[in-house]
């Protein structure tokens, strides 16, 4: 959609992907092989960020493409209160390094990370910067990937009610990373607190409900087949007048990727169930499932 001109910006920068992470990234002989992987709302440079998590996805998944669509470093928060550990690092060593190796990388920044807007059409570190773009599947269908902050009402009329609501979801965060530890010292797997509160909470469903059918207007009225966002931390897929309507969620909350087959089918990864069934995986299901 956007042209992009490339600069030499790789001379300028360190060689950040030669350098090493502070959590090394895993020998894994069976990555998984996709042709598209769609990523979202991140929020690094925040304590809700589940970076273990999503660099376990990273030392497992492997795709032609890569779409980051919107909120991966939040300069909201980090507006506030500087915070950024090793491990955030480590996740922009994998992203850059899967650059490096051939992966197509496109990043459309979202609204907690929009200061990267100004460089829409700009390619850096081998990252391609737009504001949105097409994707055609391997089935032929066109779908239109976008951050999704444009039709939040709240985001675009109210932005000092956008913050404030930072500030509670972030209170919410809060109580989620507690809960969590909690469940670690009884061997319990991920669970999201939010997700679920926002699940039974009838104004947060008739939101979502909302946001889903205008963007799937949009891109109706774009003429594409479907389209892609982030933005509202929830992962679907619905068929929506016809539109194809998928959302990759988050990695605060549910932890979610979307990822494209080679055959154009479209899936969305829940990667604490991943976690959660390779650590139940005995070693002759790993045999049964290697000669499958």
Request: charged share 30%; net charge negative; proline share 3%.
């Amino acid at each position: 959609m956007a042209t992009i001109t490339r600069i030499p910006f790789d001379a300028d920068l360190p060689d950040f992907a030669a350098s090493q992470p502070s959590i090394p990234e895993k020998t894994v002989t069976e990555r998984r092989q996709y042709r598209t992987v769609w990523i979202s709302d991140v929020h690094l440079g925040t304590r809700g960020c589940n970076a273990e998590m999503l660099i376990d996805f990273l030392d497992h998944v492997d795709s032609e493409t890569m779409y980051l669509v919107g909120d991966i470093i939040d300069g909201w928060k980090m507006r506030r209160k500087f915070y950024w550990p090793e491990a955030h690092n480590d996740i922009l060593w994998r992203l850059l390094k899967r650059a490096k190796r051939g992966t197509r990388m496109v990043y459309i920044p979202g609204n907690h990370d929009e200061m990267f807007r100004q460089f829409t059409g700009l390619h850096f570190g081998g990252v391609d910067i737009v504001r949105r773009a097409i994707h055609e599947t391997a089935d032929g269908r066109r779908l239109l990937v976008l951050h999704g902050d444009e039709f939040d009402a709240i985001t675009l009329s109210h932005k000092w009610l956008a913050h404030l609501g930072d500030v509670a979801y972030e209170f919410m965060m809060m109580l989620n990373r507690w809960v969590n530890a909690w469940r670690r010292t009884f061997n319990m797997p991920y669970w999201s607190l939010s997700k679920h509160a926002k699940a039974k909470v009838k104004n947060a469903v008739e939101f979502i409900s909302n946001f889903e059918e205008i963007v799937a207007k949009e891109a109706g009225s774009r003429g594409v087949d479907g389209v892609v966002a982030g933005h509202i931390h929830t992962a679907d897929y619905r068929r929506i007048d016809g539109i194809d309507y998928y959302n990759d969620g988050d990695w605060v909350e549910g932890c979610t990727a979307l990822v494209e087959h080679f055959d154009g089918r479209m899936e969305i990864l829940h990667w604490a169930d991943e976690i959660a069934a390779r650590d139940e995986e005995t070693p002759a299901d790993a045999s049964e499932r290697r000669a499958a």
